[in-house]
């Protein structure tokens, strides 16, 4: 399968996800359907360039992606690990004020890889939007936390979820296309991964960590447990349909 028939399916799949015309379980159907075509796929390029006669040359692009307020910075967050869960992308944080309150994330990697994790952090969005919503609307009755913090420390529990289980998705799919350690299509990897981040130090060679946000509020475990729902690849996925968080955050 090309990139292009790929990145088609997956797109055609989440459009099916997040029309709101869609059952549950069909949204769960097609966004699962997109999150194995996404995972799958960067392995079996990986298996074919290593199966090549000659070596691949990769070819290292760059893309900055501008994160929306409300809630910028943990969705930029959410758009690392997303980056983290492809072999061979890196996302770095760009200081500095944007307008509309919104963060700045700058993506290496193959357009190939970039163009999935676009798609799969977009996708997420989506599901955290439609969520957050929901969960505030019930949770607002019982407490007399500020909305604010709430929703961030639910997207915060949302985001921890998500990185664990796009890890474990990650290594599923690599057990079962038989890339192991060692192996030609793992040294693609590598090599790819290499590549990548020798862009990355060449922008920016002075990186630093970011503080991480302290958690004040009960909308963290609701967060996380919905972020456990959203399993990608599997039997599970959490509901898609709705606004994307930039909008449905508020």
């Known amino acids: 399968m090309s990139a292009d028939s790929m990145l088609g399916k997956v797109r055609a799949l989440l459009t099916k996800a997040e029309d709101r015309a869609?059952?549950?379980a069909e949204a769960e159907a097609y966004t699962a359907k997109a999150a194995e075509l996404i995972a799958r796929y960067g392995l079996e390029e990986a298996?074919?360039?290593a199966a090549a006669s000659e070596p691949v040359r990769f070819e290292v692009a760059d893309r900055i992606i501008t994160v929306p307020a409300p809630y910028a910075r943990i969705k930029a967050g959410l758009l690392h690990a997303v980056a983290r869960s492809a072999d061979a992308v890196r996302a770095v944080t760009i200081t500095?004020?944007?307008a509309n309150g919104g963060v700045r994330v700058h993506l290496f990697g193959t357009t190939a890889d970039l163009d999935r994790v676009e798609l799969l952090f977009t996708s997420l969005l989506v599901q955290a939007g439609q969520q957050v919503a929901a969960a505030w609307a019930d949770a607002k009755w019982s407490t007399d936390e500020g909305v604010r913090s709430w929703k961030g420390d639910w997207l915060e529990g949302f985001t921890r979820a998500i990185a664990q289980r796009l890890k474990i998705v990650r290594l599923r799919?690599?057990?079962d296309a038989g890339v192991t350690e060692g192996s030609g299509a793992e040294l693609v990897l590598l090599n790819k991964d290499a590549l990548v981040k020798q862009s990355v130090d060449a922008t920016y060679p002075r990186l630093r960590a970011i503080p991480g946000r302290?958690?004040?509020t009960r909308g963290f475990d609701g967060g996380y447990a919905a972020g456990q729902r959203a399993n990608l690849g599997g039997t599970e996925v959490s509901r898609a349909t709705g606004r994307a968080l930039s909008g449905g955050a508020r």
């Open 47 to 49: 298996i074919a360039h």
């Open 22 to 24: 869609a059952t549950p």
């Open 96 to 98: 500095g004020k944007v």
């Open 173 to 175: 799919a690599k057990e």
């Open 214 to 216: 302290r958690i004040t």
